[in-house]
């Protein structure tokens, strides 16, 4: 029998892409046959990495993925998530939980998406151990002052290449 291609979008601000974030992506590839990782930004807020700059960064990072068969696209979107999804035929929304708050926030979120578009299911991934302590704030504070943001970030991503 013919399968449909399993199809997830992994939409974050990614600012910047963590190690953290390359965990879920790495435990969604055994789940989905194509990933969507998809750069959520608002006009009105400056982030720390520009749109098209986290973008580069992932795809650098995936690089080694994508070179070993991975069918991952990265993109940047504006607009709500189920529209990327449907423009793009995702079924699946992948989000990574790391604390109860997390799965507060999420599940809300995972609700109100599945009201606006019913055939869309949202996957929550538990962080793993070595990894649930790191975000994208942590990152930046240690980048902003000075520290050494390495550990945090994937291994073949050197971040001063991509702050000017
Ligand atoms: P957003 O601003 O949309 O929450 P983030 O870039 O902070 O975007 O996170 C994107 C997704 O990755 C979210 O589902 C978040 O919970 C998850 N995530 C972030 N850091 C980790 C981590 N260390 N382990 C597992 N999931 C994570």
């Not at 750069?39 to 795809?59: A, D, E």
């Not at 109100?112 to 302590?133: E, L």
């Given at each position: 029998?013919?399968?449909?291609?399993?199809t997830?979008?992994?939409?974050?601000?990614?600012?910047?892409?963590?190690?953290g974030?390359?965990?879920?992506?790495?435990?969604?590839?055994?789940?989905?046959?194509?990933?969507?990782?998809?750069?959520?930004?608002?006009?009105?807020?400056?982030?720390?990495?520009?749109?098209?700059?986290?973008?580069?960064?992932?795809?650098?990072?995936?690089?080694?993925?994508?070179?070993?068969?991975?069918?991952?696209?990265?993109?940047?979107?504006?607009?709500?998530?189920?529209?990327?999804?449907?423009?793009?035929?995702?079924?699946?929304?992948?989000?990574?939980?790391?604390?109860?708050?997390?799965?507060?926030?999420?599940?809300?979120?995972?609700?109100?998406?599945?009201?606006?578009?019913?055939?869309?299911?949202t996957?929550?991934?538990?962080?793993?151990?070595?990894?649930?302590?790191?975000?994208?704030?942590?990152?930046?504070?240690?980048?902003?002052?000075?520290?050494?943001?390495?550990?945090?970030?994937?291994?073949?991503?050197?971040?001063?290449?991509y702050?000017?």
């Amino acid at each position: 029998m013919a399968m449909d291609k399993r199809t997830a979008i992994f939409p974050g601000s990614f600012d910047p892409f963590t190690l953290g974030h390359m965990d879920v992506l790495q435990s969604a590839l055994n789940l989905f046959d194509r990933i969507y990782v998809a750069v959520g930004y608002n006009h009105l807020k400056r982030g720390f990495l520009s749109p098209q700059t986290r973008v580069r960064l992932i795809n650098d990072a995936v690089r080694p993925l994508v070179d070993a068969g991975a069918d991952i696209e990265v993109l940047s979107y504006t607009g709500l998530t189920v529209d990327l999804c449907r423009e793009k035929g995702a079924d699946f929304i992948v989000r990574g939980l790391r604390t109860t708050t997390d799965f507060e926030l999420e599940s809300v979120i995972a609700q109100a998406n599945r009201k606006m578009s019913p055939g869309i299911v949202t996957v929550f991934i538990p962080a793993s151990h070595a990894y649930s302590f790191i975000s994208s704030t942590v990152v930046r504070d240690v980048i902003v002052n000075g520290g050494d943001a390495a550990p945090f970030l994937p291994s073949n991503i050197d971040i001063n290449k991509y702050i000017d």
